[in-house]
């Protein structure tokens, strides 16, 4: 295969998206949350292996006419935002006006988020909650917090997408890189364990996701809380 057809070949793996976003999405209407998550579990490994896989083939030099950033924007929309506020919604785990609100304020403010362009930091990282809706909502369906607990949270994870607090990326960051990277796996093999019990999962898993998602909220604060002494040298 030439160069070009491996960069249109990335591409299309990040096409794909689209079609795991479509299937999770019926899934969702029929309120199969399972499988839903299943798909969307899916477009998640497939999001995090096609960057590494896009860089490594030049895409953006070798089949520039296709907008890599753009598509991936598209899906991520999508499989992270639309579709998880969906099933939110749908489900019940917010009753009335709360479930309402959670939708509304998820849609809205990712949007906003999704084209701002100071959402990367210098170190791959991002500011903000990136809008890992996909992430969250599916331990609330593991765990089933308290609705109140759970509209908090909404609220706080949206309000710092406006903020400059730090939250890794679990590929693209680099320090910390190898335990980003276990966690991140950690929690995927974990969602899709309660996935498949339908949401009926052991103890164990459930303060697996919790001690995972944590991690994956948390680790970016505290590399700004506790910065390399080289960066924080440099920065004095």
């Excluded at 749908?90 to 849609?107: D, E, F, N, R």
């Excluded at 809205?108 to 988020?113: D, E, N, R």
């Amino acid at each position: 295969m030439t160069p070009r057809l491996q960069a249109l070949a990335v591409h299309l793996l990040t096409a794909t998206g689209a079609v795991l976003a479509m299937l999770a999405m019926l899934a969702a209407v029929k309120e199969q949350w399972s499988l839903m998550y299943l798909w969307l579990v899916v477009a998640l490994i497939v999001d995090g292996i096609d960057g590494p896989l896009a860089r490594r083939f030049h895409v953006k030099t070798l089949w520039p006419t296709y907008d890599g950033v753009l598509l991936d924007l598209i899906i991520d929309y999508l499989t992270y935002v639309f579709i998880p506020a969906f099933a939110l919604f749908q489900s019940g785990l917010l009753p009335g006006w709360t479930g309402w609100c959670a939708i509304i304020v998820i849609t809205y403010a990712s949007v906003l988020y999704f084209v701002d362009t100071r959402m990367k930091t210098k170190d791959n990282s991002f500011a903000g909650f990136p809008a890992c809706w996909n992430m969250v909502v599916l331990t609330f369906f593991a765990i089933e917090p308290n609705f109140w607990i759970m509209l908090l949270i909404v609220l706080a994870l949206s309000a710092t997408m406006f903020t400059n607090f730090k939250f890794i990326h679990p590929v693209r960051t680099e320090r910390w890189h190898w335990l980003n990277l276990a966690m991140t796996v950690g929690w995927i093999g974990l969602a899709i364990w309660v996935a498949t019990l339908d949401f009926v999962a052991p103890a164990i898993a459930e303060i697996g996701l919790i001690l995972t998602s944590l991690y994956l909220a948390l680790a970016g604060i505290a590399q700004d809380l506790f910065p390399e002494r080289g960066a924080q040298a440099d920065g004095g």
